[in-house]
């Protein structure tokens, strides 16, 4: 009997383990390392900026200090204009509460009128119970907490950045110009996608604001940025910020127009942002496939919420850039990007297969 080799098989147990112990450091250390994340990659992002202002003879912790600065105060005041838009939103929670019961049952007598049911069908609607208050104000503090410590370790990667590069070099000398290399690979890839973003996200806000304007939403700048933000999680943000707009409008509203109106109008702009503003704006970037992304998107709803589906797709493309840098890893990299292979034609295909046919005919 031939011994089959287990050496694979434990490689492969090894590397699930690994991967396994990875996710729950993650997950249970989202604390500090979802803070480290966001600091790196806004420090990535804003470089260019602070670096601008060094080379104009400003210091280096007051052109980091002007940096942070000038986005908390945008920032700022983005929240302070739809402050008055949230808080209107609240105090209308109890109407839309009641609106939403009236049509549930109308709609549900309908439909015992078109069944033939004679029964009736009890609707129960509770708010949020103290234990579970307590546990939103909890996660809403933890946030806090969060924010504030972002801003610190974005200066601090910033002002130290020299440290960390000369502790690269140190630590593999011989190497060193491959890691710099990656780290300024690294680097555009986050300026690129973070900045991108940023432009899709105003244009989109644009476009939907002014499309919730006509059709006469009232809190239309709220739902316009919540719709753009939203934008930037693939697939699912799109379609959960949209069926709660259309939800809106339907309870807010006496006809249907107005709810398929926000439908169709949400799905052109979609349709423009998808095929003509994020290919010119973002292009291929993020380079990337479409598998790979959605298996990121879920992954990181998993370990952090909604920051791990944003933050997991430039990680990935990350992730590719290291993969290609090792040899033995190469052909993870490649998985993980879009580049698909040049296979043969269909035509020539079909004529093989028809010469194949033709051949057993003869015979």
């Not at 549930?104 to 009736?120: F, H, M, P, T, V």
């Not at 290399?181 to 300026?191: E, L, P, R, Y």
């Not at 879920?298 to 952090?304: M, P, Q």
């Amino acid at each position: 009997m031939s011994s089959i080799d287990i050496k694979p098989i434990q490689k492969v147990a090894y590397s699930f383990l690994l991967f396994i112990l990875i996710i729950v450091i993650m997950k249970e250390g989202s604390v500090i390392l979802l803070p480290l994340v966001w600091g790196a990659f806004f420090a990535f992002a804003l470089y260019p900026i602070s670096n601008w202002l060094e080379e104009k003879r400003v210091p280096r912790s007051f052109s980091i200090a002007i940096t942070l600065i000038s986005i908390t105060a945008t920032a700022v005041a983005l929240l302070y204009i739809l402050t008055d838009q949230v808080v209107g939103l609240i105090k209308d929670i109890p109407e839309i509460r009641a609106s939403f019961e009236t049509k549930i049952n109308s709609y549900l007598k309908e439909i015992e009128r078109a069944i033939g049911l004679g029964s009736d069908i009890p609707l129960e609607f509770s708010f949020l119970s103290q234990k579970k208050l307590e546990s939103a104000l909890f996660g809403a503090g933890r946030s806090l907490v969060l924010v504030g410590i972002i801003p610190l370790f974005i200066f601090l990667m910033l002002y130290y950045r020299d440290f960390f590069v000369e502790f690269l070099k140190r630590r593999s000398s011989k190497e060193s110009p491959s890691i710099l290399n990656f780290i300024k690979d690294s680097g555009k890839v986050i300026q690129n996608y973070l900045f991108g973003m940023l432009i899709v996200t105003f244009i989109v806000s644009l476009m939907a604001g002014v499309v919730l304007y006509l059709l006469g939403v009232k809190y239309f700048l709220l739902f316009a940025v919540f719709v753009s933000v939203m934008n930037l999680i693939p697939f699912v943000g799109v379609f959960l910020s949209s069926l709660l707009l259309i939800l809106y409008v339907l309870l807010t509203t006496d006809s249907l127009f107005y709810p398929l109106a926000t439908m169709l109008l949400l799905w052109m702009i979609q349709l423009v942002e998808n095929n003509l503003i994020t290919p010119l704006v973002v292009g291929a970037r993020v380079k990337v496939n479409a598998f790979a992304v959605i298996l990121a998107i879920l992954l990181g709803g998993y370990i952090w919420g909604i920051s791990g589906m944003i933050l997991f797709i430039p990680m990935v493309g990350l992730l590719k850039i290291i993969f290609e840098r090792i040899p033995s890893l190469a052909a993870y990299g490649y998985l993980l990007g879009d580049d698909y292979p040049v296979v043969e034609k269909n035509e020539n295909f079909f004529k093989k297969i028809f010469k194949r046919f033709s051949k057993k005919n003869d015979v």
